[in-house]
């Protein structure tokens, strides 16, 4: 019985991290008996994204392999990924992936933060377009979502059978040019039409290497300090008022049962008069 074989499609605008020799090495030490790898003659070498998917889908097609796993070049995968074809392989899927974060502007914002490149579909607008939203991360546990980034994903030669070429591209504004769609995004719109939805395996979460701007990633780190200081203050602000008025009443009845205990003393008075200790202060 032959073993599934998973076509390594590695897109690269010329670098690579010398980590995917490495992982690559362990995969097939790890996978041994169970997946076949197979590495393509040469690295898709195109600028633009989209042409470089759909050269790997096409030479992926040509050949004899099963799955096919994009592994973008920055990108650090796990030496467990292929589990979600060996641990996971009674679950149906026709793609599945590995989160990594992003360095992105949160929505509506220009203030930069980390996100996490694992999608949840918003319910449709009033023209009917569907749109996504940045799903949580948990870093454990398996989850159906509505879409994955390209960057570290496994598809089935099956899924491609499904859909019309192009399977990857940007969409344009076609006056400024400027990207309203990128390849990956349009890519889990297509599967969301079909009802297909990706396997995430949050244990699974990727390295992603990014030049960062140094004042905005420390802008970040104060801005998520903050937050989790007011987050923590409401949190425990209810309780925190709670035991102060619990501390208070307590006080308040010791005193009051102190002084009921001090009245109930009897004292004498010079001329000899024994009266209560609240008549003699």
């Known amino acids: 019985m032959s073993l599934p074989k998973v076509f390594l499609a590695l897109p690269s605008t010329g670098q690579r991290e010398d980590y995917h020799t490495y992982v690559i090495d362990q995969w097939r030490k790890r996978y041994e008996g169970e997946l076949e790898f197979v590495l393509p003659e040469r690295c898709e070498n195109y600028f633009m994204h989209d042409f470089a998917r759909n050269a790997y889908v096409e030479r992926f097609l040509e050949s004899e392999c099963d799955v096919m796993l994009f592994l973008d070049s920055d990108v650090i995968p796990p030496e467990h990924l292929f589990d979600l074809m060996t641990v996971h392989r009674n679950k149906d899927w026709l793609i599945a992936g590995a989160p990594y974060p992003l360095w992105l502007a949160r ?5 930069m933060a980390v996100c996490y ?5 918003n319910a449709p607008d009033e023209k009917g377009h569907h749109g996504f939203q ?9 989850e159906w979502l509505d879409g994955l980034a390209t960057g570290c994903l496994l598809i089935r030669r099956e899924l491609f059978s499904k859909l019309e070429r192009p399977f990857f591209e940007f969409k344009r504004n076609p006056k400024t040019m400027e990207v309203i769609e990128g390849e990956d995004l349009g890519f889990a719109l297509k ?3 079909l009802g297909i939805k990706y396997l995430c395996d949050h244990g699974m979460v990727c390295g992603h290497y990014k030049r960062v701007n140094l004042l905005e990633v420390q802008n970040y780190a104060t801005q998520m300090s903050n937050e989790k200081v007011v987050s923590y203050h409401e949190q425990i602000k209810d309780a925190f008022q709670q035991a102060v008025q619990r501390a208070a009443n307590e006080g308040y009845q010791k005193g009051l049962q102190a002084g009921r ?7 004498k008075t010079q001329s000899g008069l024994i009266l209560p200790a609240s008549m003699t202060s």
């Open 107 to 111: 929505p509506c914002t220009s203030d």
């Open 134 to 142: 940045m799903a949580l991360v948990p870093q454990q546990g398996v």
């Open 261 to 267: 205990a001090e009245a109930r003393v009897p004292h």
């Open 117 to 121: 490149s694992a999608y949840k579909g």
């Open 191 to 193: 599967l969301q039409k």
